[in-house]
């Protein structure tokens, strides 16, 4: 075994926090990288070391510079690297430079990496070892002609994807021949954009399905367990907004049959790490492999919330060398989990980025609870990366109990100074089809009339908060002002619940 006693963060933000903070508990060092953009970004207090990194004006960001992060980790002293997800977590030239320099990739194998990364080759490994697929192309699609003879082979409507990637980038809908060549050009320019690859590929279209993934846990002893599904049907263009765990569509015959076959796939690769297989679900309960995300999910807090194991942990004891002394049937699944992803996105505007500066952050606490952030009040959602402010974790012992403190929580949190995707999510706390649990991916799309909740009392709150923060700024310039609640804190949630009671 490799005892790991320093780790190179390789990320920022929220999943940044995650991994230092596990990093801590298990004794071990951290190295931060401080940019330009984010000089006094949340994850920079909590490391051990931080790097700072003049990358003002590189041409490509720290976090995708495969030779700068591998040197700064030599610089460091660092005998890990955890790459978090996103940038370059699932990149195998990276998990390879990282060994040619004896450096620990918190992560699966290089090989691993490539043959899961890369769509047709995952493809054709899952034909190999009969998991169910949907009918597709053997590999990569040259052009426009070469698809438009796949599709009607394989029967519209077709769905175009990126080989590289995933994410929702580089995919296309095409429900007739005379669509092909747009989608086709559309998918191919942004998978080369996103992946800079514009390889594509072609799959028969699953209408409106549900989105169910396994996570899975191997180790490098050939140990593979899987610790139950996630449910990640509540998208909008193929990007996640809440996941939960379990799937209210799943009873134990098809989870066992489901996650045998998650780990059945990984098994075929050689697998170590955590890892996501991805299925999708039909209305007649038949479910087709989809892909295999190589890294930790953004959404890994339901199933630890479940389960009761870290998954980070995990992942840093498997890249240590140790052996997972957890069995699959010591895995239980206990409670349900609700995880809803906080953006700074205008929803009213088609969920559009809303970069600002967070003025006011209040967030909610309790038993029920978890909150995983990587910003505090006075930090910037800058534009050069991701939107997320927090992602809210509530439990409950049921789904209903989970979506009855999930409506609380969110009620609960108040952040000043962008525009967040909390109004959708408490219109879908109460909306009929998410609540008896048939939505699938079409639900957004297809099922919704609006994406936000309006309180009948909304006005009057605002005009309240409005008030008081205007007379909180007077109170501390020396101006006489009044006071409110006996000097109490309001909160916009107190107030709420105080104009229901009239």
Same mark, same amino acid.
């Given at each position: 075994?490799?005892?790991?006693?320093?780790?190179?963060? @390789?990320? $920022?933000?929220?999943?940044? *926090?995650?991994?230092?903070?596990?990093?801590?508990?298990? #004794?071990? !060092?951290?190295?931060? %990288?401080?940019?330009?953009?984010?000089?006094?970004?949340?994850?920079?207090?909590?490391?051990?070391?931080?790097?700072?990194?003049?990358?003002?004006?590189?041409?490509?960001?720290?976090?995708?510079?495969?030779?700068?992060?591998?040197?700064?980790?030599?610089?460091?002293?660092c005998d890990a690297v955890?790459?978090?997800?996103?940038?370059?977590?699932?990149?195998?030239?990276?998990?390879?430079?990282?060994?040619?320099?004896?450096?620990?990739?918190?992560?699966?194998?290089?090989?691993?990496?490539?043959?899961?990364?890369?769509?047709?080759?995952?493809?054709?490994?899952?034909?190999?070892?009969?998991?169910?697929?949907?009918?597709?192309?053997?590999?990569?699609?040259?052009?426009?002609?070469?698809?438009?003879?796949? @599709?009607? $082979?394989?029967?519209?409507? *077709?769905?175009?994807?990126?080989a590289s990637g995933g994410? #929702?980038? !580089?995919?296309?809908? %095409?429900?007739?021949?005379?669509?092909?060549?747009?989608?086709?050009?559309?998918?191919?320019?942004?998978?080369?954009?996103?992946?800079?690859?514009?390889?594509?590929?072609?799959?028969?279209?699953?209408?409106?399905?549900?989105?169910?993934?396994?996570?899975?846990?191997?180790?490098?002893?050939?140990?593979?367990?899987?610790?139950?599904?996630?449910?990640?049907?509540?998208?909008?263009?193929?990007?996640?907004?809440?996941?939960?765990?379990?799937?209210?569509?799943?009873?134990?015959?098809?989870?066992?049959?489901?996650?045998?076959?998650?780990?059945?796939?990984?098994?075929?690769?050689?697998?170590?790490?955590?890892?996501?297989?991805?299925?999708?679900?039909?209305?007649?309960?038949?479910?087709?492999?989809?892909?295999?995300n190589t890294r930790i999910?953004?959404?890994?807090?339901?199933?630890?919330?479940?389960?009761?194991?870290?998954?980070?942990?995990?992942?840093?004891?498997?890249?240590?060398?140790?052996?997972?002394?957890?069995?699959?049937?010591?895995?239980?699944?206990?409670?349900?989990?609700?995880?809803?992803?906080?953006?700074?996105?205008?929803?009213?505007?088609?969920?559009?980025?809303?970069?600002?500066?967070?003025?006011?952050?209040?967030?909610?606490?309790?038993?029920?609870?978890?909150?995983?952030?990587?910003?505090?009040?006075?930090?910037?959602?800058?534009?050069?990366?991701?939107?997320?402010?927090?992602?809210?974790?509530?439990?409950?012992?049921?789904?209903?109990?989970?979506?009855?403190?999930?409506?609380?929580?969110?009620?609960?949190?108040?952040?000043?100074?962008?525009?967040?995707?909390?109004?959708?999510?408490?219109?879908?706390?109460?909306?009929?089809?998410?609540?008896?649990?048939?939505?699938?991916?079409?639900?957004?799309?297809?099922?919704?009339?609006?994406?936000?909740?309006?309180?009948?009392?909304?006005?009057?709150?605002?005009?309240?908060?409005?008030?008081?923060?205007?007379?909180?700024?007077?109170?501390?310039?020396?101006?006489?002002?009044?006071?409110?609640?006996?000097?109490?804190?309001?909160?916009?949630?107190?107030?709420?619940?105080?104009?229901?009671?009239?």
């Amino acid at each position: 075994m490799d005892k790991i006693t320093r780790i190179l963060i @390789a990320n $920022r933000g929220e999943i940044a *926090v995650r991994v230092i903070r596990t990093a801590r508990k298990m #004794g071990i !060092g951290t190295v931060a %990288v401080r940019t330009a953009v984010e000089p006094d970004a949340m994850y920079l207090s909590l490391a051990d070391i931080i790097h700072d990194e003049d990358d003002e004006l590189a041409e490509i960001p720290v976090f995708l510079d495969v030779e700068k992060l591998i040197a700064i980790a030599l610089k460091n002293r660092c005998d890990a690297v955890h790459p978090g997800y996103g940038f370059l977590a699932e990149n195998a030239y990276f998990a390879e430079r990282c060994r040619d320099n004896k450096i620990i990739f918190i992560g699966p194998s290089p090989d691993a990496i490539y043959k899961m990364g890369n769509k047709p080759v995952a493809r054709q490994i899952a034909m190999k070892h009969k998991i169910p697929m949907a009918m597709g192309s053997a590999g990569n699609v040259a052009n426009e002609d070469e698809a438009a003879r796949q @599709a009607a $082979r394989i029967g519209y409507p *077709v769905i175009i994807k990126a080989a590289s990637g995933g994410g #929702g980038r !580089g995919m296309r809908i %095409v429900r007739m021949e005379s669509e092909m060549e747009k989608m086709f050009i559309l998918a191919s320019r942004e998978a080369e954009k996103a992946f800079n690859d514009p390889s594509v590929f072609i799959e028969k279209y699953i209408e409106n399905p549900k989105h169910i993934e396994f996570q899975i846990l191997g180790d490098t002893h050939g140990n593979i367990i899987h610790l139950g599904e996630r449910e990640c049907s509540i998208q909008r263009k193929h990007q996640k907004l809440l996941e939960e765990a379990p799937s209210p569509a799943l009873n134990e015959e098809l989870r066992a049959q489901m996650g045998e076959t998650a780990v059945r796939i990984a098994r075929a690769v050689g697998y170590y790490s955590a890892g996501t297989v991805e299925f999708l679900l039909d209305s007649d309960r038949n479910f087709y492999f989809m892909e295999m995300n190589t890294r930790i999910q953004v959404e890994h807090p339901v199933t630890e919330m479940i389960t009761g194991i870290d998954l980070i942990e995990q992942q840093i004891r498997i890249a240590s060398g140790e052996a997972l002394t957890i069995r699959q049937e010591d895995v239980k699944l206990a409670g349900w989990a609700i995880e809803c992803r906080i953006n700074a996105e205008d929803v009213q505007a088609g969920f559009a980025p809303a970069p600002g500066r967070i003025e006011k952050l209040s967030l909610p606490e309790g038993a029920h609870v978890r909150i995983d952030t990587g910003v505090r009040p006075g930090s910037s959602i800058v534009a050069s990366y991701d939107s997320m402010i927090a992602k809210l974790i509530v439990t409950g012992n049921d789904r209903h109990e989970a979506i009855i403190n999930m409506k609380q929580a969110l009620d609960k949190v108040w952040i000043k100074g962008t525009k967040t995707t909390l109004p959708f999510f408490r219109m879908l706390m109460r909306h009929h089809t998410f609540q008896d649990g048939t939505f699938t991916t079409a639900f957004i799309e297809k099922d919704l009339e609006r994406y936000h909740f309006s309180s009948e009392y909304e006005e009057t709150i605002a005009a309240w908060i409005a008030t008081k923060l205007f007379t909180e700024e007077n109170l501390s310039s020396g101006k006489p002002g009044i006071s409110f609640d006996q000097g109490r804190e309001l909160t916009p949630w107190l107030l709420r619940k105080r104009l229901t009671q009239f």
